[in-house]
């Protein structure tokens, strides 16, 4: 079914790739961190990033609102809201390890309608447009077809706020020993992607933010995939759960979600130092 938004991704993604070809400017110069809390990093990146990306909107379409990372919300009351994480990744960015991102997604009327995410280190752009499926540099793409949750490779994240109190180990440990493995890359909306194409079968996160999830959701959702929040409830973006699959190991994953939830059926974790064999 075309789109009445179809116009929309061919700026978005331009704006991607200049917001791209700024991050890796300035990648591998040792940019200096900030700390916004006690692992929760920024550089100068991430703020010329979204400086720019916002410009960018402004003057093509002055009247929308803005909702980016580093400088919160702009809301005058706009049908439009754009999602905007001109770096998704800023640890890996840090660190000199080649996982990170632009992302952008737009909502009208509260519905998404587009998203893009760009990878500038390999230069892949993801895009989709509601109800017009989803792209890899154009080529159109699809989530896995993996039904067996054994022969599945998932991927997580862990938060830089609030890590003491986040309980995401246990599930990684969880899913770990009923999957091929959990990878863990430090891009919450590349690895959307990576389950949106299929190189993912399965993807979750707690405590995301809307500019980290708005683009991905979409573009795993146009690829045919499934999101949902823990409890296989509907997913929003304010809802801190996000549980991606390519759809035919949903409830696989929520079962397995369920019951470490409830503590039941729970691996146990070995006794580190004592029991050496
Ligand atoms: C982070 C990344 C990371 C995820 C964190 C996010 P940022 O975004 O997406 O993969 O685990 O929860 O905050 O801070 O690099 O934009
Ligand atoms: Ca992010
Ligand atoms: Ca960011």
């Not at 973006?237 to 699959?245: C, D, I, K, Q, V």
Request: net charge negative; with cysteine; glycine share 10%.
């Amino acid at each position: 079914m075309p789109s009445i938004h179809n116009d929309f991704v061919p700026a978005m993604s331009e704006i991607a790739r200049e917001a791209g070809a700024l991050l890796i400017s300035h990648f591998q110069q040792h940019v200096k961190v900030e700390y916004k809390g006690d692992a929760d990093l920024v550089t100068v990146a991430d703020r010329k990033s979204e400086i720019l990306i916002r410009e960018r909107i402004r003057k093509q379409w002055p009247a929308h609102d803005v909702l980016g990372e580093e400088q919160g919300l702009v809301d005058t009351g706009s049908d439009y809201r754009w999602y905007v994480d001109p770096l998704d990744g800023t640890t890996n960015f840090a660190h000199g390890f080649p996982v990170f991102c632009v992302s952008l997604a737009l909502e009208y009327k509260g519905r998404r309608v587009a998203g893009v995410i760009y990878d500038p280190t390999r230069d892949e752009l993801f895009a989709a447009e509601q109800g017009s499926g989803a792209y890899l540099n154009e080529e159109a793409i699809s989530v896995s077809n993996i039904s067996n949750l054994a022969e599945c490779l998932v991927g997580t994240g862990f938060p830089s706020h609030k890590r003491h109190k986040n309980p995401n180990i246990f599930f990684y440990h969880q899913i770990t020993l009923r999957t091929h493995g959990v990878r863990r890359a430090g891009s919450a909306a590349l690895d959307l992607c990576n389950v949106a194409c299929g190189r993912f079968d399965g993807f979750w996160e707690f405590n995301l933010n809307p500019w980290d999830t708005a683009a991905g959701v979409l573009i795993v959702e146009e690829a045919g995939g499934k999101i949902t929040d823990f409890r296989g409830g509907p997913f929003q973006l304010n809802s801190r759960e996000t549980l991606a699959s390519n759809g035919l190991v949903h409830a696989a994953l929520l079962i397995e979600f369920e019951q470490i939830f409830s503590g039941k059926g729970l691996e146990p974790l070995p006794n580190v130092g004592q029991d050496k064999k």
